[in-house]
């Protein structure tokens, strides 16, 4: 399984950006996937997470900001990030889960700033 995520880079506060996470299978073949991120000096935390249902759930953080989405024709999970504020600035990275097994990509780094 391979996850490549992108669509990371600079904005201002307030801005937005949107990442991409591109599956080399079938998302419907995993329980779940998300968004990950981490600061610096910081634990990995989850941002968003879409199950194989497609319900969602959102850190508390970023609730009513952030919207996560899926494309099944493609292979793709999104990440909308809108009113963005430089404390969410992290790599942000791409999960996916299968039973007990928890697949990531490469991160891709955000930096909001203020």
């Known amino acids: 399984v391979q996850l490549q995520a992108s669509g990371g880079g600079l904005a201002r506060a307030g801005g937005s950006l949107r990442l991409s996470c591109a599956a080399s299978?079938?998302?419907?073949?995993?329980?779940?996937m998300g968004w990950y991120r981490q600061a610096p000096g910081k634990q990995r935390e989850l941002v968003a997470i879409?199950?194989?249902?497609?319900?969602?759930d959102y850190a508390d953080s970023v609730k009513g900001r952030f919207t996560i989405s899926r494309d099944t024709a493609q292979n793709m999970v999104y990440l909308q990030m809108n009113s963005l504020k430089p404390e969410d600035t992290a790599v942000y990275y791409c999960?996916?889960?299968?039973?007990?097994?928890?697949?990531w990509g490469r991160g891709t780094l955000v930096t909001v700033s203020s």
């Open positions: 879409i199950t194989k249902g497609g319900s969602s």
């Open positions: 999960n996916a889960k299968r039973s007990v097994v928890n697949y």
């Open positions: 299978g079938a998302i419907f073949s995993f329980n779940a």
